[in-house]
């Protein structure tokens, strides 16, 4: 089984138990920018920042992390939205960390989790996320279609993640806003920044590109905007880094001007 397989496993389990709780939706939903819109009105390199305790590749990575504090502390520095990595399993996060962050913060908030059942999506939104993940390798193309469609009429943004061709092929179907092209492999881990190079000419050219994950330097964040990307999604480095402010300020950096009225 690869992790992918055991990790869809569990949801499964967890979508059992929450068919049986209901989610009330809170009556005044937070007002944000959407995150597609302040990401094509920005000349620079837009970062999602996350907050991440742990993750099956690299251990623990800062499990006593104060997610309320670092979102704020992300948000003064500039980063355009936050990602809050929900799973427990495999990632020791959770949906109270999300609706912690989303109190907290006036950004677009990302539910980072495995989503495979409409139900994770209402759980998502009743907890003050914006913008839910759908993983292309996680799911059917009739799954990634419900999903894309029931995330859509709740008025939730979508980024669509995609790892190889075919993924983007599929991805492409949906016209989404918002593709992430992800350079880590969820099957073997590996992670080659070369794949949102090699990827992000194949997008359906409406969409705004998201490089994910092993971003590390102010080179990675350069690659990245050169290939078309309007945003990077960033966990361990910005969980690691000591100095915010700089480490944010490297990431940023503008967008080439031939991308600049384009989604890319
Ligand atoms: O910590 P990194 O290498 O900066 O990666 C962040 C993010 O891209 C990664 O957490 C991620 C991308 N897609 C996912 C899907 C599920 C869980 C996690 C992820």
């Given amino acids: 089984m690869t992790i992918l397989e055991k990790i869809i496993a569990q949801k499964e389990k967890e979508v059992a138990i929450l068919l049986n709780q209901t989610f009330d939706q809170v009556s005044s939903p937070r007002q944000v920018t959407p995150l597609s819109e302040s990401l094509l009105t920005s000349d620079r390199l837009g970062v999602i920042a996350e907050i991440k305790r742990s993750s099956p590749s690299k251990g623990d990575i800062s499990l006593a992390v104060d ?81 894309f469609n029931y995330a859509k009429k709740q008025n939730l943004e979508v980024l669509c993640e995609v790892h190889n061709a075919k993924e983007m092929e599929v991805a492409n179907n949906l016209k989404p806003n918002l593709i992430g092209i992800n350079n880590r492999n969820l099957k073997t881990f590996e992670v080659d920044l070369h794949t949102t190079e090699q990827l ?24 990245a905007a050169t290939a078309g990307a309007r945003a990077i999604l960033v966990g361990e480095t910005l969980m690691r880094s000591e100095d915010l402010a700089a480490t944010l300020q490297s990431l940023r950096v503008s967008i080439p001007k031939e991308s600049l009225n384009n989604a890319r």
Wanted: aromatic share 4%.
């Fill in 67 to 147: 997610p309320v504090a670092r979102a704020k502390q992300y948000e003064t520095n500039g980063a355009s939205a936050i990602s809050v990595l929900t799973d427990k399993t495999f990632f020791n996060g959770s949906m109270g960390d999300l609706q912690a962050v989303s109190n907290a913060v006036d950004l677009p908030v990302l539910c980072k989790d495995f989503i495979i059942h409409p139900v994770q999506i209402d759980q998502a939104k009743a907890a003050g996320a914006t913008i839910v993940l759908l993983i292309v390798a996680a799911l059917s193309e009739e799954q990634l279609n419900e999903l």
């Fill in 200 to 223: 992000a000419k194949l997008a359906y050219p409406g969409s705004i590109l998201v490089s994910e994950s092993g971003m590390k330097t102010n080179v990675d964040a350069q690659v």
